[in-house]
Nanobody
Framework: QVQLMESGGGLVQAGGSLRLSCAASRSIFGIISMGWYRQVPGKQRDAVATITSGGTTNYADSVKGRFTISRDNANITVYLQLNSLKPEDTAVYYC??????????WGQGTQVTVSS
């Protein structure tokens, strides 16, 4: 079973920055994409940013220009740089990995809290 290990969440003031990291526990054949989602209590989990195996990125409109996703293919690691953070960015951030044959993996989540 593949595990995704996240790190980098925390408490930051509005306008500050954080960097989230997510590493897979072993190599995986047929990765389609990796990405970050976030969820607040009582709401659905929404996509924040994704990056395909070919390097194509996609961002939620609310984070464009502030967040940057990147990946290290050799180490099966994905990063999310969060800049100019706002209180509305407060959420649990989940790492996701999608691979062929319908495989879909999630990390345990890391809390990001932005104070005003």
């Amino acid at each position: 079973q593949v595990q995704l290990m996240e790190s980098g969440g925390g408490l930051v003031q509005a306008g500050g920055s954080l960097r989230l990291s997510c590493a897979a526990s072993r190599s995986i054949f047929g990765i389609i994409s990796m990405g970050w989602y976030r969820q607040v209590p009582g709401k659905q989990r929404d996509a924040v940013a994704t990056i395909t195996s070919g390097g194509t990125t996609n961002y939620a409109d609310s984070v464009k220009g502030r967040f940057t996703i990147s990946r290290d293919n050799a180490n099966i690691t994905v990063y999310l740089q969060l800049n100019s953070l706002k209180p509305e960015d407060t959420a649990v951030y989940y790492c996701n990995l999608k691979a062929i044959a319908g495989r879909n993996y999630w990390g345990q989540g890391t809390q990001v809290t932005v104070s005003s």
